[in-house]
C-alpha cells in the first residue's frame, strides 16, 4: 500500500514539475543571422592614363575627369556597380603593357577608356587584341594608330574609336594669314622639332608633308627624349639659320615649357607651332610672356555648360583644368557611360562582348553619337572615317590659336577669327 501510494506521489511531483517547466518564460533565442545579401554586379573599367613620369600632370587631369563623371551616375548602370581601375603607363609602352595586362588577368577589367601618350596607345593596340577587350577612346593621336586600325579591322578593332584626330590645319591657318597679307615669311624656311615618339615623329612628318606641299623648304628636323629640357644648343643653332618657322609637339609640361622659355631667352623671332602647349591648364605659369605670338591648336570653354564644368573642376580639385585634357576626357567618360547604358538596354547584361558589339555595331556605323559633350557639338564615328571621329564644323573642330598674355585669340578658321596671325617683333 506504501508502495503504491509513493509510486503515485512521485509520479505527481514529476507531472508538477513538467507543468510548471512548460509554464515558466522561455529564454528568449538569439537573433537569427540575416541571409546573405547577393551584391549587385560588379563591371570592373579600366582607365588608362599616365599618372606618374612626364606626362603625369596631363594624366591627372584624366583621372580627374572620369572620376566627376562617374560620380555623376554614383557609379552604376543599370544593376552593375562600376569600378574604375586605374592603370598607369608611366608615359612607357613596355611598362603601360605590363600595367593594362595585369588589369585584366588580375583585375578583371572588361572594357577600358581614355589614353595619353601615341606610342603607348599602338603598344597596347595589341594588348586589347590578345584579350579582346574593348578601350574606348584613347587620346593618341598618330596615325601608326590608323594604320595598324585599318591593317587588320577585326583584330585592332577592339581599340576603338580615337578621341583624338591627327591635327591638320596650321599650315592652312598659315598660308591663309600669308594670302591675306597679315604676315610676310621672308624665306618658307621652316624646322621639324618634337619628342622622339610615335606621337611626336607622326606630328613632325605630317607638318613636313604640308608645308613642303605648299612651298616650304624644310632646313632642319630634331627629335628629343620626352624629358629633355635643354634646348638652347638647338635653339641657338636655328636661330642662326634664318628660319621663319618652327613646328613640333611634346606631351610633357617641363619639356614644352622649357622650350618655349629657351627660344625667348636666345632671342629666336621665328613663329612658333607648338601644339600642345595648352594641353596643360597651368601652361602660363611656366611660360610666362614668352608663349606670346606662338600657336596652339585646342579647343576652348565656350558654352555655359563647359565653362561650369570648368568651375567645377576647379573648384574640387584646386586647379585650373584644360579643354583638351580635362575637358575631353570628361567627353569621353560621359560618351561611354552612354554607351554602357545602350548596351545593358539592348542586350541586358554589360561584358566585353556586349560592348564590343555595341560598339561595332550602333557607334562605328553613325547610328548612336554623343551631343551632350562640353568640347565638341556631336563625337560622331562613321565606317569611313574609324578609328578617327567626324572632323569638321558641328562635329570635331580645333580651332589654330595664337597666344598673347596667356590667352589664346583664335585665328582658324577664319570665320571663326577673333585676331589676325602676327609675326614676333
Known sequence: MKTRLFKSLTALAVLTLLATQCAAPQAAKPPATPAPTVA???????????????????????????????????????????????IDCQSNPEKAIRAYEQAVTQDDIQAGILNWNSSVAVALMEVTAKYKVPHFFGMGATEVINEKFQSNPSRYGYWNFKFWPTP???????????????????????????????WGRGFGNGLKGQLQKAGWTIVEEQYFALDQTDFRPLLTK???????????TSTAPDSIAAFIKQADEVGLKSLIIADGLGWIGDWYKLTGNSSNYVMDQIPGWTTDKAKAFAEAYKAKWGKTPSPSSAGLAYDAANFFIKIAQATYAEYGKLNRDTLFKFGQEKVQTGKFTYTEGIVMTEYKYTSETAPDPVVGKGYYTFPVLQYMNGEGKVIWPLEWKTADLNAKP
Open 168 to 198: 591638320a590645319n596650321y599650315v592652312t591657318a598659315v598660308e591663309d594669314a600669308i594670302a591675306a597679307g597679315s604676315w610676310r615669311p621672308a624665306k618658307k624656311r621652316a624646322a621639324i622639332w618634337g619628342e622622339d615618339t610615335d
Open 40 to 86: 549587385a554586379n560588379v563591371f570592373k573599367l579600366g582607365v588608362q592614363a599616365p599618372l606618374t613620369g612626364p606626362s603625369a600632370s596631363a594624366g591627372e587631369q584624366l583621372q580627374a575627369a572620369a572620376k566627376m563623371a562617374f560620380e555623376r551616375i554614383d557609379y552604376k548602370i543599370g544593376d552593375y556597380k562600376i569600378e574604375l581601375v586605374w
Open 238 to 248: 636655328l636661330k642662326g639659320q634664318e628660319i621663319d618657322l618652327i613646328g613640333g
